[in-house]
């Protein structure tokens, strides 16, 4: 599985923005895939913030951005996209998107062996 974020850049605090993160080989069916986004702060380690997985597209969001952010996927274009609203300067971090076979992924996004490039989102006025 081969995975390409893009999105990100500079926003101002409070401000939204929308990562995506596209998907290949277009034959993959995604509802056997969960896909999720990591971020990784400068000096810290990287985290979990969300991830989507199968037939039923359930979700998850980290505990304590749950109303900031939500996760969706097309399973036709191969694209889950991760939109980031109210964004606070610590939300500035590289984010990565990742993914692994549903059996293979807690429901906490743990477990992911294949992942994309970064793309860095920097929340600054």
């Known amino acids: 599985v081969q995975l390409q974020a893009f999105g990100g850049g500079s926003v101002q605090p409070g401000g939204s923005v929308k990562l995506s993160c596209s998907v290949s080989?277009?034959?993959?069916?995604?509802?056997?895939?969960?896909i999720g986004w990591f971020r990784q702060a400068p000096g810290k380690e990287r985290e979990a913030v969300s991830c989507i997985r199968g037939r039923g597209g359930a979700t998850f969001i980290k505990p304590s951005e749950q109303g900031r952010f939500t996760i969706s996927r097309d399973n036709r274009k191969k694209t889950v996209d991760f939109q980031m609203k109210s964004l606070k300067r610590e939300d500035t971090a590289v984010y990565y998107c990742?993914?692994?076979?549903?059996?293979?992924?807690?429901?906490?996004?743990?477990?992911?062996?294949?992942w994309g490039k970064g793309t860095q989102v920097t929340v600054s006025s």
């Open positions: 990742a993914s692994e076979s549903i059996f293979g992924v807690t429901e906490d996004c743990n477990g992911m062996t294949d």
């Open positions: 080989p277009l034959g993959l069916d995604l509802d056997y895939l969960a």
